[in-house]
């Protein structure tokens, strides 16, 4: 199969990292989903910007909150209304609610392990049986630096960080033998919404821990996910990919 025949949703593709991959991957060909929660307007200029790279893409833009159950089936199957297949999703979508532990409420690690995490089990359970009937799929977690080696302050999102590698880990396993490949990508920092509020102080500290001594593009895991998304990637699966610059070295 050519890429303009193969559909890839992007979960939280209306910004940032998300916008940077459904970009990457509509200029490669593929035919792309863009998902948003709340920023509708977001997610429609990212469809523009795909146009742009590509005016042959078709981009779809589907409003759905992935942390829920209905969410991430109106995603799922709108997908497949409209194209008859899915074979790339990429889990993307993401939040944080940092605080140190002691202040952290029961609210702000639900939210987070909602979206980060369980958003991206249902997403993934959601496609499961599309993609082992075509015998084909690619799932591509984004996870963070953070989950492997935890960070103060992001107990919660180090916690569903580590634990979407655990999942890539057992879902990888489990669909190896039906051509679907399952992959995290553990992004350092990376100049986005989410990131631009912290300090000087604090951009110049993690500055200090990262090789390259500067913060990453969304385009740079955009294209770690052009890597798993190949149809020649076949051979590589369950593997967690550090884009950050040196960092968790
Ligand atoms: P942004 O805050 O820029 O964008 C987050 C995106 O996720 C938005 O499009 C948002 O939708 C969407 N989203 C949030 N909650 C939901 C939900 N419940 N359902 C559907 N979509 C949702 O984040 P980044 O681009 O920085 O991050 C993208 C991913 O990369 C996240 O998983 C993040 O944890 C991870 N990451 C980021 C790093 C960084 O330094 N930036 C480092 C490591 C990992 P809407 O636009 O509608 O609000």
């Known amino acids: 199969m050519n890429n303009q025949e193969r559909i890839a949703i992007v979960t939280g593709g209306g910004r940032g990292i998300g916008r940077a991959t459904a970009i990457?991957?509509?200029?490669?060909?593929?035919?792309?989903?863009i998902n948003y929660a709340g920023n509708q307007a977001a997610a429609e200029e990212t469809k523009a910007l795909c146009l742009a790279a590509n005016p042959s893409a078709t981009p779809l833009v589907i409003g759905a909150d992935i942390s829920t159950e209905e969410g991430a089936t109106t995603l799922i199957n709108q997908t497949m209304e409209a194209f008859g297949r899915i074979d790339i999703l990429v889990n993307n979508a993401g939040i944080t609610r940092d605080t140190l532990l002691l202040r952290m409420k029961a609210e702000d690690f639900d939210a987070v392990i909602g979206t980060n995490l369980r958003g991206a089990f249902l997403c993934t359970k959601a496609v499961t049986k599309p993609m082992m009937k075509q015998r084909f799929g690619r799932i591509i977690n984004i996870s963070s630096v953070v989950g492997v080696h935890g960070n103060a302050g992001q107990a919660n999102y180090a916690a569903s960080k580590a634990g979407l590698i655990g999942f890539t880990k057992s879902v990888a396993k489990e669909l190896a033998t039906r051509g679907i490949t399952a992959n995290a990508i553990a992004p350092g920092w990376i100049g986005t919404d989410m990131t631009q509020d912290l300090s000087d102080a604090t951009k110049a500290s993690i500055a200090a821990q990262?090789?390259?001594?500067?913060?990453?593009a969304p385009e740079d895991v955009a294209n770690a996910v052009l890597f798993f998304a190949k149809e020649e990637s076949a051979y590589v699966t369950g593997q967690v990919l550090l884009v950050d610059g040196g960092m968790g070295m």
Do not use: H, S, T, W
């Open 210 to 216: 990262i090789p390259m001594n500067r913060m990453g």
């Open 24 to 33: 990457a991957l509509a200029k490669e060909g593929y035919q792309v989903v």
